[in-house]
C-alpha cells in the first residue's frame, strides 16, 4: 500500500510538509490535499474562555443565592424612584408637642361655660375651630344655661392616627369633677385646627397597688433612728449645708429644701410610720413618714421617704441617700 508523500512517518520523525508553504496533493490527482489544523497555540486570546466560563457560573450561583435567601427571609426590592421620593421629600411626621399644646390651650376655653358670658367663649374658640364651623355651631356643643367651670387640666397622652390626624386625651377638673376628653385634631401644611367635638370619657381606674409582705423590723435600729432623725430633718428643712452636713455619711451630698423660702418645718415622724428592717451589715433601707409643718400657719401634710442609712459609729446613724418613696401605704420596704 502506498503511504501518502509528505507525511512523516509515525518513527522517522520527519517533518509533514503540509506545515510548509506548499500544499500537497492527493495520489494521481492534480486535487490538492486538506491542509490539516495547526494543534492551538493559545494565540488569539482563547486563552480568556475558561476564565471567563468560571466568573459566569460564580455569579450565575451568586445571583441564585441571593434568589433563595430573598424568598426564604421575605425581602422586597428596594425601589430607587421611592428612595429617590424619600430622600427628597418633607418630612410627615405628625407634630406631637404642638397638638398637645394647642388641645390644652383649647380645653380651657371649651371646658368653661357661662351663658351670661357666651359671646367671649364664642370669640375665643375662633381661634381654635374652622371657621365655617364657628359659624354653624358658635358654642361648640354647649348649650342651655348650664355653668362649666375648668380648675385644672392636663394632657393625658396623645393617639396619633396618621401624618395628620390624632386623638389628643386632656384630664381635667370640670366642676370639681375629674373628666377626660378625646380632642380630634388636625394638621395639614403647617396649619392646624380641632376638627370635631371633643369625646367625653371614663377617667383612669384606680389601681390598687400590691401589699408587699411587712420585714421583720430592727427595733434597736428603729430606737435609735427616732431619736436621731428629728435633727436630719429638722436640717432639711431648712437647708443650711454646715448644719446638714453633720448628718450625712461620707461621699453624700443633699441639697434639703432650703430653696423653698422656709416653707415648711419640721414637725414629727408619723407614729408606726419608720421602718427599718432586720439585716446584717451596717447600711440599711429604710421607710419613713414625715409631718411637714406649714410655716405659718396652723396645719401641714404628710410625706413619706425611703431613705439609705449607714451606721458608723455603733448605733450612730448617716444618710446616704434620701429620695421619694415608692412603697404603698401601710406597708414596708
Known amino acids: 500500500m502506498a503511504r501518502r508523500s509528505g507525511v512523516a512517518s509515525a518513527d522517522s520523525g520527519t517533518e509533514s510538509t503540509m506545515y510548509g508553504e506548499e500544499s500537497p496533493s492527493w495520489p494521481g490527482t492534480d486535487r490538492p490535499a486538506p491542509v490539516a489544523k495547526a494543534p492551538w497555540s493559545g494565540n488569539g ?83 381654635y375651630v374652622a371657621s365655617n364651623v364657628a359659624q354653624a355651631n358658635p358654642q361648640f356643643g354647649m348649650s342651655g344655661q348650664a355653668v362649666m367651670q375648668v380648675s385644672w387640666e392636663s394632657v393625658a397622652g396623645i393617639n396619633v392616627q396618621n401624618a395628620n390626624s390624632a386623638i389628643v386625651t386632656l384630664l381635667a377638673t370640670v ?39 411587712q420585714p421583720q423590723q430592727d427595733a434597736a435600729a428603729a430606737n435609735q433612728l427616732q431619736t436621731q432623725l428629728p435633727e436630719f430633718f429638722t436640717a432639711y428643712a431648712n437647708g443650711n449645708t454646715t448644719m446638714l452636713n453633720l448628718f450625712l455619711a461620707p461621699g453624700a451630698s443633699l441639697a434639703g429644701l432650703g430653696n423653698l423660702g422656709n416653707a415648711v418645718q419640721f414637725k414629727d415622724i408619723a407614729a408606726g410610720s419608720l421602718h427599718v428592717p432586720r439585716q446584717s451589715g451596717a447600711t440599711r433601707n429604710i421607710t419613713v413618714t414625715v409631718d411637714w409643718q406649714l410655716t405659718g400657719q396652723n396645719g401641714g401634710f404628710a410625706a413619706t421617704y425611703d431613705m439609705t442609712v449607714v451606721d458608723q459609729q455603733r448605733g450612730r446613724w448617716y444618710v446616704e441617700e434620701i429620695r421619694a418613696s415608692t412603697q404603698p401605704l401601710g406597708t414596708a420596704p
Open 45 to 127: 486570546g482563547r486563552w480568556t474562555v475558561w476564565p471567563m466560563r468560571i466568573i459566569l457560573w460564580a455569579a450565575i450561583l451568586v445571583i441564585g443565592y441571593r434568589g433563595i435567601m430573598a424568598i426564604a427571609l421575605n425581602e422586597k426590592p428596594a425601589s430607587s424612584s421611592g428612595a429617590a421620593t424619600t430622600a427628597g421629600a418633607p418630612t410627615t411626621q405628625f407634630p406631637v408637642a404642638l397638638a398637645e399644646g394647642f388641645a390644652m390651650q383649647f380645653g380651657r376655653v371649651y371646658l368653661t361655660y357661662n351663658p351670661a358670658d357666651a359671646g367671649t367663649r364664642q370669640q375665643q374658640l375662633r381661634a
Open 175 to 213: 366642676n370639681d369633677h375629674l373628666m377626660e376628653f378625646g380632642v380630634p385634631i388636625y394638621y395639614a401644611g403647617g396649619a392646624i385646627v380641632v376638627s370635631g367635638l371633643p369625646s367625653l370619657l371614663p377617667t383612669p381606674a384606680l389601681a390598687q397597688p400590691p401589699q408587699s409582705p
